[in-house]
């Protein structure tokens, strides 16, 4: 029937997209995906500076993980990541690490030596539907608001990494392509 009436149960037309709202935290490492007023996604960034992958020694690394709690939905259960939500940060990974939106070359700071590796944790607040493509964007919305520290190489051996603080120097955005 509602195929028919082509309505669907929210008021919305077969073709009519969800309205989307972000909000992005004051400290550029965090973005919420507001999608159709029921489902809330917030990713948050995490940075640190390691050692490179020997395979891959000029490109630093960015790991996604998604959190579904009980508080997003019953159906979801504590603990452990279910299967659902191994399967969203698997969509997540291939769609913006996969299809090469971010530059991990850009993460080299010494090549061989130390890298950034990035970590992006996806957590599910409210499941009202749509999960896909909320994950998505927070996480997207969160690498495009996300700023690194600046490094230098410098010291007295001329090989020790020095990490600015904001105050010194203005932090970098991540290297993004086609968007």
Known sequence: KALQDEARLDGR????????KFQFSLDDSSA?????????VMAVIHAALEAPFPDRPSEGSIRFNVEA????????EPGRPGPAAVE??????????????????ALCVM???????????VHILDHGGNLVDACVLAAL?????????????????????????PEQREPLPLTIHHL
């Open 111 to 121: 090549a061989g030596r130390k890298v950034w590796a990035l970590r992006v944790d």
């Open 88 to 105: 969203l940060a698997r969509l997540v990974e291939r769609a913006l690490k996969g299809s090469g939106a971010i530059d991990t070359e």
């Open 69 to 76: 709690g009980p508080m997003a939905s019953p159906a979801f």
């Open 13 to 20: 037309k077969p073709y009519d997209f969800r309205k989307i």
């Open 32 to 40: 919420t995906v507001i999608l159709g007023g029921s489902t809330r």
């Open 141 to 165: 919305a969160a690498c495009m608001a996300f700023r690194r520290p600046e490094v230098s190489v410098g010291g007295e051996s001329g090989t020790q990494l020095i990490v600015h603080p």
